[in-house]
């Protein structure tokens, strides 16, 4: 009686195992700065909610965001070069902070990620 072999060729693995540690590496690479953002995120969640803050010049709020950032795990050099600004248009003001993270990835391959996050700011006690 013939049986019919069935499974994957050690050729068929190396090629899957090649794509799956692709993927892995590129994980690896973006996962931190990522999680950098969520720390970001809630650092200008935090300062935008303290009462006052709006009458602060940006250096201030900054060097704040800085502070409340390090306990975040939020590198200096992200909010150093970040593009913090509070917008007044319609509504409440919004503390909006944005920056650019060059990741590099392969030989002459890097990645470029746009992140920006924005809450409304507390205006009691602004007088």
Do not use: C, W
Request: hydrophobic share 45%; proline share 6%; glycine share 8%.
């Amino acid at each position: 009686m013939k049986t019919q072999q069935r499974g994957i060729t050690l050729i068929g693995f190396m090629f899957v195992l090649i794509i799956v540690g692709f993927f892995a590496y590129m994980a690896m690479k973006l996962v931190p700065a990522y999680a950098e953002y969520m720390g970001v995120v809630k650092t200008v969640k935090e300062t935008a909610a303290v009462p006052g803050e709006y009458n602060k010049p940006l250096a201030q709020i900054r060097d704040d965001m800085s502070f409340k950032g390090s306990f975040q795990y939020v590198d200096n050099s992200t909010m150093k070069d970040a593009k913090l600004r509070i917008d007044t248009g319609n509504g409440p003001p919004k503390l909006t902070m944005s920056y650019d993270k060059v990741i590099p990835f392969l030989y002459n391959v890097s990645f470029l990620l746009h992140f920006e996050t924005s809450a409304p700011m507390n205006t009691q006690g602004a007088g």
